[in-house]
């Protein structure tokens, strides 16, 4: 099994996993967003609803690179991969 694979539900907006019911956002009626997590999405809306996909991935690719003390643009390739699988990023189809 790759280290990269999670074994429960991640946010669909920066990919960390959600394990317990406090890692999870929240709709405004206090019902769990099993979407997204709660440094992302709280109270029904986006915490940040304007950031970029590129600002997303400059944050994620920074925390990344000095958690596991790798190379920026190591962690930039490897954080674009991630986010482009999820639902707040993935492309949209043209119509």
């Known amino acids: 099994m790759s280290s990269n694979t999670l074994l429960g ?26 979407d997204y997590c709660r440094y992302c999405y709280d109270r029904g809306k986006f915490l940040e609803p304007e950031i970029t996909f590129e600002q997303m991935l400059d944050k994620l690719a920074k ?18 991969m991630i986010l482009l699988q999820l639902k707040r990023w993935r492309p949209k189809p043209k119509i």
């Open 9 to 34: 539900p991640s946010c669909q907006s920066c990919g960390i996993p959600m394990m317990r019911n406090e890692d999870f956002g929240r709709e405004a009626t206090g019902v769990l967003k099993v």
């Open 63 to 80: 925390l990344q690179a000095e958690k596991r003390n790798t190379p920026l643009e190591e962690a930039k390739m490897k954080t674009r």
